[in-house]
C-alpha cells in the first residue's frame, strides 16, 4: 500500500515547468528625485486606476545608472509598494543596486546589469549608440465584440473589429481603432502619449480620453454622434472630427 | 455528443425558468432525452412550471452531497417519459453548489441525455456563474428594454471569458438570442425597444421572438410548460425555437404587429 502510493507519488506528474512570455509594465527610471517620483506614479495611476492597481512592475535603473545617479532601492521599493503596485524585478542596476534588490525578494533580470565599470564607460563611449527603440509594441487585434463589464488593454495599439458596448471599457498606449459601434468608455495614449488618436466608425462613447483629457458622453456635440470620426488632442483640448 | 444548454440573461423575471421548461420539454418533444436542472438554489420555481413540485424528494444539492443519487433526484415528466427534471434545494443557498460537484453531475448527465438544460438564476454570482461555466450553448433570454439588454450583454462578457470552453481556450460558447415579452404594439408606441434594436446592441444571432402572452402565465399557474399549448402564439414561439435550435428553417414570426392566421383566428395578442 505505501508503496504503491510511494510509486504513484513518483509516477504521476502533479508539477510541470513551462516557459512562458509575459509583458509587464516596465518603471524606467530617469531621474533619483524620490518625491517627484511618487507624484507622477500618481499622476499615471490616476489615469487608470484600475489598471494599476496590484500590477506587477520592472524596475529599470539603466538611464538612471548612465547618469550615474543612485537611488535607495529599499526607498523605491516601499514607495511602488505603498501604491499598490508589486515590483517583481529589476535590471539594468549596478550590483550593489541588485544585491539590494534580491534582499529585498526581488530578482534581477540579468540582460541589462551595468557595473560601475561599464557605466564610465558607456559615459565614455563617444556617442554610444542610441538605445535600440524598444520594439514597437504589437497591436493588439479584437475581433469579438467587447462586452459590457469587459475591459481590454493593449500596450501599443488596439484594433477592434467588432462593437464596444455600453459598459465596456478599452485602453491603450497608443491609438484605439474601433471598426463598429463605440458604445463604451475609450482612453487612448493612457501612459500619456497625446499624440495618441482614437478613430471609430460610429461614435456613441460614454468616454473618450487622450493622455488623461476627457469627454464624457453629455459633452459630445449631437453633430458627431453617430459619425465616423477620429479624436485628437490639439493644445489640450480633445477635437472630434469627421472622417 | 451530448449538449448543455445554459439559459441566462442576467437580469431577473424576463422569462428564464420559462424558457428552460418550454425548450426543455421541446427537445424531449422532438424524441431527444433530455434533463432540465434548476440552478436557482433557494429560489427554485422550476418544479412549479413543471408541475412536479409534489413530487420533489431529493434535490441537486442533496446529490452534490452525496446524499442521493442522481437518478433518485431525476424526476421523470408526467406529460414526456424522454423528460428529466433536476430540482433545486429551497432550503440551502447557492454556496451549496460547488464547481466541481456540478461538473460531476454534468458528467453524469451527459452519459445519457442528448441535451442538458441550465435553468440560471438571475444575477452574475455564483449560481448564475456555475448554471454557464459548464455550457456548450447560450440561449440569452433578453426582454426589449434597455436594462435587460445591457445585463445581456454584461451575461455575455462573462460567457465569453470565464465559461469552461473559454478558460481551456476551446471554441467559445454559441450564443443565441431569444427575446421575450415582445409586444409589437407596442414597439409601434415606440414603448418598447424592436428587434432591430436589440440586435443592433448585442449583435447576436436570434433564434427567436416570443411574444407577450397571456398563455405564459396560465401554463405557469397550471404547471404546464407553455410549450404544450400549441394554441397559443407563445407556445409556437417556443416550439420554433426549438425547431430552429436543431437547425430546421423556419421563418420568424411574432415580430411585425399584423396578425397572422393564427391570430386571426385564435385572437394571439
Known amino acids: 500500500m505505501s508503496l504503491d502510493s510511494q510509486q504513484n507519488a513518483h509516477h504521476s506528474q502533479i508539477l510541470e515547468f513551462k516557459s512562458s512570455t509575459f509583458s509587464v509594465p516596465v518603471l524606467v527610471l530617469v531621474g533619483n528625485d524620490v518625491i517627484a517620483i511618487e507624484q507622477q506614479l500618481q499622476e499615471k495611476i490616476h489615469l487608470a486606476p484600475e489598471f494599476f492597481k496590484n500590477s506587477p512592475l520592472l524596475l529599470d535603473l539603466q538611464e538612471l545608472n548612465k547618469n550615474a545617479l543612485d537611488i535607495d532601492i529599499t526607498g523605491l521599493t516601499r514607495l511602488i509598494r505603498k501604491l499598490d503596485l508589486l515590483p517583481i524585478g529589476i535590471r539594468g542596476g549596478t550590483k550593489k543596486q541588485t544585491q539590494h534588490a534580491l534582499d529585498l525578494g526581488i530578482p534581477a533580470h540579468s540582460s541589462h546589469n551595468v557595473t560601475a565599470s561599464s557605466v564610465s564607460q558607456a559615459q565614455q563611449a563617444p556617442d554610444p549608440a542610441p538605445v535600440a527603440p524598444a520594439i514597437a509594441p504589437a497591436t493588439l487585434m479584437i475581433t469579438h465584440p467587447v462586452r459590457s463589464g469587459q475591459r481590454i488593454y493593449a500596450s501599443g495599439d488596439l484594433v477592434i473589429l467588432a462593437q464596444v458596448s455600453a459598459g465596456a471599457e478599452i485602453l491603450a498606449e497608443g491609438n484605439i481603432h474601433v471598426y463598429g459601434s463605440l458604445r463604451g468608455r475609450a482612453l487612448a495614449g493612457v501612459q500619456g502619449n497625446t499624440e495618441a488618436r482614437i478613430f471609430c466608425s460610429d461614435l456613441q462613447a460614454e468616454l473618450i480620453s487622450i493622455a488623461g483629457n476627457y469627454k464624457i458622453s453629455e459633452d459630445l456635440n449631437g453633430a458627431v454622434l453617430h459619425q465616423p470620426v477620429q479624436i485628437y488632442l490639439q493644445d489640450h483640448t480633445l477635437v472630434i472630427k469627421d472622417i | ?269
Open chain 2, 1 to 269: 455528443m451530448a449538449r448543455v444548454i445554459v439559459v441566462t440573461s442576467g437580469k431577473g423575471g424576463v422569462g428564464k425558468t420559462t424558457t428552460s421548461a418550454a425548450i426543455a420539454m421541446g427537445l424531449a418533444k422532438k424524441g431527444h432525452k433530455t434533463a432540465v436542472i434548476d440552478f436557482d438554489v433557494g429560489l427554485r420555481n422550476l418544479d412549479l412550471i413543471m408541475g412536479c413540485e409534489r413530487r420533489v424528494v431529493y434535490d441537486f444539492v442533496n446529490v452534490i452531497n452525496g446524499e442521493a443519487t442522481l437518478n433518485q433526484a431525476l424526476i421523470r415528466d408526467k406529460n414526456c417519459n424522454l423528460l428529466y427534471i433536476l430540482p433545486a434545494s429551497q432550503t440551502r443557498d447557492k454556496d451549496a453548489l460547488s464547481q466541481e460537484g456540478v461538473g460531476k453531475i454534468l458528467d453524469e448527465l451527459k452519459k445519457d441525455f442528448k441535451y442538458i438544460v441550465c435553468d440560471s438564476p438571475a444575477g452574475i454570482e455564483k449560481g448564475a456563474h456555475l448554471a454557464m461555466y459548464f455550457a456548450d450553448d447560450a440561449f440569452i433570454v433578453t426582454n426589449p428594454e434597455v436594462s435587460s439588454v445591457r445585463d445581456s450583454d454584461r451575461m455575455l462578457g462573462i460567457l465569453s471569458s470565464k465559461s469552461r470552453r473559454a478558460e481551456l481556450n476551446e471554441e467559445p460558447i454559441k450564443e443565441y438570442l431569444l427575446l421575450s415579452r415582445y409586444s409589437p404594439d407596442r414597439v409601434k408606441l415606440g414603448e418598447m425597444l424592436s428587434v432591430d434594436d436589440v440586435q443592433e446592441i448585442l449583435s447576436l444571432h436570434l433564434l427567436g421572438v416570443i411574444p407577450e402572452s397571456k398563455s405564459v402565465l396560465n401554463a405557469s399557474n397550471s404547471g404546464m410548460p407553455v410549450i404544450l399549448d400549441e394554441k397559443s402564439d407563445a407556445g409556437q414561439a417556443y416550439a420554433d425555437i426549438v425547431a430552429r435550435y436543431l437547425g430546421e428553417d423556419k421563418p420568424h414570426r411574432f415580430i411585425d404587429e399584423k396578425k397572422g392566421l393564427f391570430g386571426m383566428f385564435f385572437g394571439g395578442k
